[in-house]
C-alpha cells in the first residue's frame, strides 16, 4: 500500500540547468516590473501656461444640423436603472396588456382570418335515418368523441338526420349516438374499425380531390 | 472626468458653447503635450502641435462617436498629426531632457537628493531606451504602464487590434528592456512609426 508523499519528502527533481532557467526567468520578471514601475513614475512635462486660452481662441463657435444632433442622440448609450419591487406592477399591466391584446387580435375577430384557416379543410355532409330517435350527435377522432356541439339537424319528415362539418385530410373514425346513450355506426360507410368495447366505428377517408358525401 | 462628463461637454460644444471645450483641453493637454514632445524634442514644437491637435479634435468632434472614450480618439489625432509632421520634417529631433527639477513634482518617489539624483539617473537612461524604441511601441508602453489606459483604450488610440495592442505592449517591454541593459536589441528605429 503506498501512501502519498508531503512535499518535503519528494525527491528534488530539477536539474542545475532547470534550475538556472527558473531563477533567469524570475530575474527578467523583476526587472519587467521594474521597468513597469519606472515608466509609471516618469515625470511628465507641464504644458506652458496659457495653452488653453490659446487653443479657444481659435475655435468659432459649432453649429450642427439638426439631424447630426438627432443621430447622435440615438447612438448615445444609455444606463436604465430600476428597482425590482416597481417593476412587478409594471410587469403585471404588461401581461395584461398582452393578454387584452391577443384577445382582441384583429385574427380573432377577423372572419377572413378564420375562412383562411379552413381553406385545407374539406366539407363533409354525414346524414343518418333513424326514424325513432329524439337527438342525434356526431361522435368521432376529429371531436375525440365529444358530442358536445356536433348535434345534427333533422332533415324532412323521413327522419332523416343531417350535419355538415369541414374536416381535415386523413382517416377519421366516427359513429352516431342517438338519444344520448346508443352508440350506431354508420351503415353507408364501407369501412369499419372496431373500438375495442365490441361495438364498431365507422371509418372515413377525408381527400381534397373532391366533397365528400357519406 | 469620467465618459459621462467628457460626454456632456461634447454635447455643449456641439450646441456651439465654445468655452465647454476648455474641460476636455485642461484634462488632457498634459498627455498631449508629452506625446508632442516625445515626437519633436521641443517644448515650443510640442505646443504647436498640442493646439494643433484639439484644434483638428474639436473641427471632427461630430465625427466622434457617442458612448466611446474620448482620450484614445483624441491621442489617436495627435498622433496622426506627429505622423504627418514626421514626415515633412525628416530632420532629428532636437537634444532634450526630462532632467528637469520643476519636472518631478508630480512624482511621488523619496524626496531624498541623492535618491532623487539616483532616480533622474534612472528616468534619464529610460528615457534613452524610450526613445530608442518605434513610436507605436513606445506610446503603447506609456499609455499602458504610465497613462494606465486599458487595452482598448490603447487599441483605439493606436488605431490597432486589441491582439495587436497586448503584442505591441508585451513585445515593447521586451524591446524596452533590452535597450535599457544597453544590449542590441532586434529594431532599434529611433523615432519610427
Redesign the interface.
Known amino acids: 500500500m503506498s501512501r502519498k508523499k508531503t512535499p518535503s519528502e519528494q525527491p528534488f527533481r530539477d536539474s542545475p540547468a532547470e534550475l538556472d532557467k527558473t531563477a533567469y526567468n524570475s530575474h527578467q520578471n523583476q526587472e519587467l516590473r521594474d521597468l513597469k514601475q519606472l515608466i509609471h513614475c516618469m515625470p511628465d512635462r507641464e504644458p506652458p501656461p496659457g495653452l488653453t486660452e490659446s487653443i479657444l481662441s481659435s475655435l468659432e463657435p459649432k453649429s450642427v444640423p439638426v439631424w447630426l444632433r438627432f443621430h447622435r442622440w440615438v447612438l448615445k448609450p444609455r444606463t436604465l436603472t430600476f428597482q425590482p419591487l416597481k417593476l412587478v406592477p409594471t410587469a403585471i399591466l404588461l401581461a395584461l396588456g398582452v393578454a387584452m391584446a391577443f384577445h382582441f387580435a384583429p385574427w380573432r375577430q377577423n372572419p377572413d382570418y378564420t375562412d383562411r384557416r379552413q381553406e385545407n379543410l374539406i366539407p363533409v355532409t354525414f346524414t343518418l335515418t333513424y326514424p325513432k330517435a329524439e337527438s342525434v350527435c356526431l361522435i368521432g377522432s376529429f371531436n375525440q368523441w365529444n358530442p358536445g356541439g356536433h348535434e345534427m339537424r333533422r332533415f324532412g319528415k323521413r327522419n332523416t338526420w343531417v350535419l355538415e362539418l369541414r374536416l381535415p385530410e386523413g382517416r377519421h373514425e366516427y359513429a352516431f349516438l342517438v338519444d344520448g346513450s346508443l352508440v350506431v355506426p354508420d351503415q353507408n360507410s364501407p369501412f369499419y374499425q372496431s373500438d375495442g368495447f365490441g361495438n364498431r366505428n365507422s371509418v372515413l377517408f377525408v381527400s381534397s380531390d373532391e366533397a365528400t358525401n357519406i | 472626468m469620467d465618459s459621462n462628463d467628457e ?1 456632456y461637454c461634447i ?1 455643449r ?7 465647454a ?2 474641460a476636455l ?2 484634462r488632457y ?3 498631449i ?2 506625446l508632442m ?1 516625445r515626437i519633436s524634442g521641443s ?1 515650443d514644437k ?2 504647436d502641435l ?2 494643433e491637435t ?2 483638428r479634435a ?1 473641427q471632427k ?2 465625427r466622434f ?3 466611446k472614450r474620448f482620450f484614445p480618439w483624441l491621442y489617436s489625432i495627435g498622433l496622426n498629426l506627429a505622423r504627418d509632421v514626421a514626415r515633412k520634417n525628416t530632420c532629428n529631433p532636437e537634444t532634450r531632457s ?1 532632467l ?1 527639477p ?8 523619496p524626496s531624498d537628493q541623492h535618491d532623487r539624483m539616483c ?1 533622474s539617473l ?2 534619464l537612461r ?2 534613452k531606451a ?1 526613445d530608442e524604441l518605434p513610436v507605436i511601441y513606445r506610446e503603447a ?2 499609455l499602458r ?2 497613462d ?1 489606459c486599458s487595452m482598448g483604450d490603447i487599441a483605439a488610440a493606436l488605431n490597432l487590434s486589441l491582439s495587436g495592442a497586448k503584442m505591441r505592449v508585451h513585445r515593447g ?1 521586451d524591446m ?2 533590452e535597450h ?2 544597453g544590449g542590441q536589441p532586434n529594431e532599434p528605429q529611433k523615432n519610427s512609426f
Do not use: M, W
Not at chain 2, 13 to 19: A, Q
Open positions: 460626454q454635447d460644444v456641439l450646441r456651439g458653447e465654445v468655452n471645450f476648455a483641453v485642461e493637454q498634459k498627455p503635450f508629452n514632445y517644448s510640442a505646443a498640442t493646439q484639439f484644434i474639436y468632434l461630430e462617436h457617442p458612448g526630462l528637469n520643476e519636472s518631478f513634482s508630480d512624482c511621488n518617489c532616480e534612472e528616468f529610460l528615457e524610450l508602453l506609456i504602464y504610465h494606465e517591454l524596452l528592456r535599457y541593459k
